[in-house]
DNA sequence: TAGCTGAGTTCGAAAATCGAACGCAAGGGA
DNA sequence: TCCCTTGCGTTCGATTTTCGAACTCAGCTA
């Protein structure tokens, strides 16, 4: 039973832990979600080599996670990467990791970015709630039943 | 630039992100926020080579994630691994990832797990909100501010 | 005394990653 | 036309990680 066998579990933690649990997959999305599109913007702001770089990008594109957007520059057509719907879905597990890191690992100088709601420019901030009574839950809350 | 160096960036998302962006270091979450707290355990439901499942608890001991807690079995004193509360606020990162498979890579069959409110018997899911007007959050809501 | 168990450690083989060079197609300039 | 540049990969040999099986070790148990 390898890694990429958690990746058909039927578990629906299991699959997309293996998914982004692939070394740079996560660093990769977050460059994402920061705006780079390129392969060259990709590597030069990451520093990760070309092949391993190849091969994450095409996963998410084949699990639909990216996709290959057609653009014009110097009256050359080239493409990009961006979000698909299920890619932006993946908001909510960046900003958890990010309200992770904002309490656990904030280093002592500034932040390298803020994020704040256009509307009202308050914060952002990840939780867990109830589908039911929308009370905040903690894991202390929630009761796993298996099958 | 190395992987390991997005881990001491001051950016509060990539330092977790290269910290759980470890190959095995979710799924090993995965399996701890299910119950599991012993090497053997581990290494029985996970078929994660011994060598790394070492290395990998390690680095969550190093990081506060885990700790070690003595126990007594057949008269001997033995160790498992526990989450810290650090290592408990992990706990949205986990279901913004479970929150994602279940509208993206769900299974055909049924889930292996079920979770529910203690309280109301409600479902669980992950969000991000505005620390302000507590409006529910996608990345098009959210604006980044450079530095 | 010998065997068992939990929790690792060790080590040679296999796989993943790295970095530097190479390939290639489509302009642009001389 | 020929050469140069750019963006986006591919290839390849060297280095790192991971794998899997065997080994270690301490403290019971028979």
Excluded at 84 to 99: C, F, N, S
Aim: net charge neutral.
């Amino acid at each position: 039973m390898p890694y990429s066998s958690f990746a058909s579990m039927p578990c629906t933690l299991s699959r997309p832990a293996a998914l982004l649990g692939e070394r740079w997959t996560l660093l990769l999305l977050r460059q994402i979600f920061l705006g780079t599109r390129r392969f060259e913007d990709f590597q030069a702001t990451m520093d990760i080599s070309r092949s391993v770089l190849t091969d994450r990008l095409n996963v998410l594109l084949q699990e639909n996670v990216l996709k290959r957007v057609p653009y014009h520059e110097d009256g050359r057509t080239r493409h990009e990467y961006r979000l698909t719907e299920k890619g932006r879905d993946l908001y909510p597990v960046l900003m958890a990791l990010r309200t992770w890191g904002e309490k656990w690992m904030a280093p002592d100088e500034e932040e390298s970015f803020h994020l704040h709601h256009r509307d009202c420019g308050g914060g952002v901030r990840a939780k867990v709630e109830c589908t039911e009574c929308a009370a905040e839950l903690t894991a202390r809350d929630v009761q796993v039943a298996k099958q």
